[in-house]
């Protein structure tokens, strides 16, 4: 039978491994990177756990950034056997996100549950963070949801809201907006950051959302009350990046049976539009403009700066061909070029009837 030898003492006593360490901080800080790792290098040979663990974490962090991968998460299972209860689960900590960025989600499962193992506070909270998000990506909502409340009551205010703002991102995507608030509400509470405050924000239009459309569910018996809700709903949905959706509101307030409700929500609508002069209207009989019809679809569909677009390129290029007409003989061939200029828009032919009406002229004379 093999006789066990007791280990070999350490080379370097404690306080010649601490001004090792010190240095090459120093180096890796200052951008030696190589001569950094000698030093480490040095002490995780030759020094007791203490700094071994420290030496091997520094070691880790510096061929991390030297792009070797692989010996950092060496030099990280170095640090974490040394059982140091500070360095150890910071080379955990570590040795995590290295997995995860390298997308070795099983490696980085077992490092975030030694960091729980360590039992160190200052990391625990991250680490069920960790351990939240791959339960997640790996379908367990269970486990995730467990390892988010162990996160969102760490001891750390920045990890509480760290946790809360990813939590809270997968709450809302799922539709949970009232979840979602919930999280962001202890998140908030714990340490109040900017990004938490925009997730609350989107948090709260979601809700809206979702009162305007249960409203509208209800069928309100006002149809003032009916045309307030379709357009809230409609304008948030744009908001939301759902033109779709809210184009379908818009049209089925529109179209609506009662006659009253439907002209609250043209009325709504049609905000802020271009009223005709009265005494124009009474001399010409439109009580309209033509392309009203194509601003009421362009403002339901959050298309209108798409319209404006269009417009203005299409008067810059019949301005640009009218500009060429220096005869009387070729003004009707250039305005007739300028008006095949509409022709691929939508409200192109409604123009060009225009056009034909204010110069009491037919297409076929300006052809």
Known sequence: MQSSRPASPPRLDDPAAATLCSQARDLAEAGHADRAAELYERVVADAGPRYRAQAALGLAVVRDHLGDTAGARQADETAIAAADPEFSPRAAYHLALLCEKEGDSDAAARAWQTVVEFGNQRYLGAAHHGLARLAEARGDDETARSHWQYALNAADPQTVADAAR????????????????????????????????????????EQAIAEFDTALAQQPADPHDTAVARELLARLLAVRGDSATAERVWYDGLTHDAPQTA?????????????????????????????????????????????????????????ALLAQADSAARADAALAAALQVVDDYVWGAALRDDVHAQTGRTTTDLD
């Open 166 to 205: 990813d939590c809270a991102r997968r709450l809302l995507e799922r539709g949970a907006a009232a979840e979602a608030a919930e999280v962001l509400a202890r998140g908030l509470a714990a340490h109040d950051t900017p990004d938490l405050r925009l997730l609350l924000g989107a948090v709260r239009v």
């Open 263 to 319: 002209a609250e929500v043209r009325a709504r609508l049609r905000r802020g539009f271009l009223t005709p002069d009265p005494d124009v209207a009474a001399e010409t009989g439109e009580a309209a403009f033509w392309w009203d019809p194509y601003l009421e679809a362009a403002v339901a569909s959050d298309t209108t700066p798409m319209l404006a677009g269009e417009l203005f390129a299409a008067l810059s290029r019949i301005y």
